[in-house]
């Protein structure tokens, strides 16, 4: 176990559809980071908040929103799903600095868009 | 974009060492070196990170070049459970963002 959690570890909805990924931070962590790995393919950074603020964005689609709420949990919410958009997105914490391991990855989110 | 080059794959046979190589010719002085490695789906691990000192840890060991252009992981005795996508990263400490590239395929072989 990481320390940081994301649910759900599966997800299977349909084109158009509305989905909302969730990521537990590990404990004292104050970034989120958000990152999209489609099948083969490298990992993509999207999106980064900062002790509840967004902090840097990278590819991140306009269907595609986050927030992290004031207990420093983060949610992903992708809208208008595409067949495209299936992936496996993960969440990632670091401290406020770093000595030692510094950026942890959780275990992930595999959506599937049919 | 990432800032590291990697060979795309590699192979290693089982109990040997492992030396991953990564060039990061454009690094700055105050970007750290960070190695992570994705076992097949799972999260991205973290290995090591170094600044400009060879580094060592109960995983592996990162040597780092006098001119900090570029730098070598080190997995001292393979195993087969070190398959994996292993990607060499420079960045500034945290909070800032990790930008991942392509990284090497470590495939270990009985």
């Known amino acids: 176990d990481s320390g940081v959690t994301q649910t759900p570890k599966h997800l299977i909805t349909a084109t158009g559809q509305r989905v909302t990924l969730r990521c537990s931070p590990r404990s004292g962590d104050l970034s989120v980071y958000w990152y999209q790995q489609s099948l083969d393919q490298g990992l993509q950074f999207l999106i980064q908040?900062?002790?509840?603020?967004?902090?840097a964005k990278g590819n991140i689609l306009e269907r595609f929103s986050a927030q992290q709420f004031p207990d420093l949990h983060s949610e992903l919410n992708l809208s208008s799903l595409e067949l495209g958009d299936s992936a496996l997105y993960f969440c990632a914490s670091s401290p406020r600095t770093v000595m030692g391991v510094g950026y942890t990855f959780g275990s992930g989110t595999r959506l599937t868009v049919v | 974009d990432a800032k590291t080059t990697q060979p795309t794959s590699m192979d290693c046979a089982e109990g040997r060492a492992a030396n991953l190589p990564c060039n990061h010719s454009t690094i700055s002085g105050n970007e750290y070196v960070y190695w992570y490695r994705q076992i097949h789906s799972q999260g991205p691990q973290y290995i090591i990170h170094g600044l400009k000192n060879n580094e060592t840890n109960e995983m592996a060991s990162l040597i780092i070049t006098e001119d900090r252009k570029s730098s070598t992981l080190i997995l001292p005795h393979a195993t087969l459970r070190d398959t994996a996508v292993y990607y060499c990263?420079?960045?500034?400490?945290?909070?800032?963002?990790?930008?991942f590239g392509t990284g090497t395929r470590l495939q270990v072989f009985p």
């Open positions: 990263i420079v960045n500034i400490m945290s909070p800032d963002k990790l930008i």
């Open positions: 908040y900062y002790n509840g603020e967004e902090r």
